[in-house]
Each structure stands twice: as structure tokens, then as C-alpha cells.
T-cell receptor, first 115, second 112 residues
């Protein structure tokens, strides 16, 4: 069965510093996708970044990068040069590609950026 | 471009009543997803559509829940009869490629 684990319920980071949010996953499907979403206090869900299981390079989107270590089944999100507006909940998610898409989300990590 | 539109934004109802949540996806998006978010269970995918056809409804909790997508620009999630444990934020999301999903603002449902 698929599983997503985010072990950090809360994190603090100083403004302008980099921070890594952890995510591990488990699946028996050789083809899958990994996602990160941001949920600010206003409640909306914002897509940040995607990594396919067959992608050779780590995904990057601006200040976001996904540190994909397939053998360790980890998909950590790295935010560089943190900004106050990065304070939010961050969810790791996975989608398998066998037949219909099955999306599952982790429990989230609450990030607080300190001035 | 308007994003995903959901209505109502807030709904308070009595146990046993029918509740209908509405969603208008982004034009041109082929995928539409319904999610539920609660403190206890986190974010759960309930059902998704591709080209207006329901593809996977394995996340729908009970027969009290039903979803339809009569055309490419409209979908509904109905709960009948509603129960207090259905209280949650319900999100609709649409996507062109099932990778980048654009979420609506959510409907906060409270069942008394």
C-alpha cells in the first residue's frame, strides 16, 4: 500500500536561510509522482513542485527544489532564501500511475519563518 | 483567468439535510478532483473525473456521498443525508495534466 510520511510537525527557520522539509514514501509501483503543496493560513492549496519517479534530475522551481533519493524513498523539499511569506503548512503527496491515479497526502509540516 | 470557483464558501446545515457543493473548474482542464480536509484525517481524495467521466471514486466515504460532472464546466458533490462527522473543508481542484492541480478556495461545511 502507498504511504507518505512527514515526520516534522513543525519547523522554524530564520529569514534568508535555507530549510529542508522531510518526506519519505512507500510504494510498490515502479511509476509514480511526488508533489509538494503549500497551504498558507488563508487555506488555499498551492502546487509547488513535481518529481516523476523516472526523472533523472531533481526538480527545481525557483527557490524550491526537490531532493529526490529514490533508493532511500525520500523526496525532501528544500526552500532556499526563506521569506516571511513562506510561513505555511507544507504537504508532500504521491500519485501512483498504475491504472487510475491514487493520490495520497502526508500529514504536513508547519513552517514558521522568523524575521 | 479566473481560477477554480467553488460555492458556497461556507455552509452550515442540520444533520439529515442534503448538502450540495459546487465547482467550476478552469476552462480547458480535463481533470477535476474533489478532496476533503479534516484535522483528524488530513487531506483525502474523494473522487476524480477525466473528461467528465468519474475515474476513481474509491475515496468516497459512503453511499451518502455522490458526485457528478454533467459538463466540462461544472461539478457537484452531494451529501445526503449529512452527518456531523461530514464537517470539513471540501476542495475542488482542476488540472490539465493531472500533475499541477489548481485548487479552489474550498467550502467549509459544518453539520450541526
Amino acid at each position: 500500500a502507498q504511504k507518505i510520511t512527514q515526520t516534522q510537525p513543525g519547523m522554524f527557520v530564520q529569514e534568508k536561510e535555507a530549510v529542508t522539509l522531510d518526506c519519505t514514501y512507500d510504494t510498490s509501483d515502479p511509476s509514480y509522482g511526488l508533489f509538494w503543496y503549500k497551504q498558507p493560513s488563508s487555506g488555499e492549496m498551492i502546487f509547488l513542485i513535481y518529481q516523476g519517479s523516472y526523472d533523472q534530475q531533481n526538480a527545481t522551481e525557483g527557490r524550491y527544489s526537490l531532493n529526490f533519493q529514490k533508493a532511500r524513498k525520500s523526496a525532501n523539499l528544500v526552500i532556499s532564501a526563506s521569506q516571511l511569506g513562506d510561513s505555511a503548512m507544507y504537504f508532500c503527496a504521491m500519485r501512483d500511475s498504475s491504472g487510475t491515479y491514487k493520490y495520497i497526502f502526508g500529514t504536513g509540516t508547519r513552517l514558521k519563518v522568523l524575521a | 483567468d479566473a481560477g477554480v470557483i467553488q460555492s458556497p464558501r461556507h455552509e452550515v446545515t442540520e444533520m439529515g439535510q442534503e448538502v450540495t457543493l459546487r465547482c467550476k473548474p478552469i476552462s480547458g482542464h480535463d481533470y477535476l478532483f474533489w478532496y476533503r480536509q479534516t484535522m483528524m484525517r488530513g487531506l483525502e481524495l474523494l473522487i476524480y473525473f477525466n473528461n467528465n467521466v468519474p475515474i476513481d471514486d474509491s475515496g468516497m466515504p459512503e453511499d451518502r456521498f455522490s458526485a457528478k460532472m454533467p459538463n466540462a464546466s461544472f461539478s457537484t458533490l452531494k451529501i445526503q443525508p449529512s452527518e456531523p462527522r461530514d464537517s470539513a473543508v471540501y476542495f475542488c481542484a482542476s488540472s490539465l495534466d493531472a500533475i499541477e492541480q489548481f485548487f479552489g478556495p474550498g467550502t467549509r461545511l459544518t453539520v450541526l
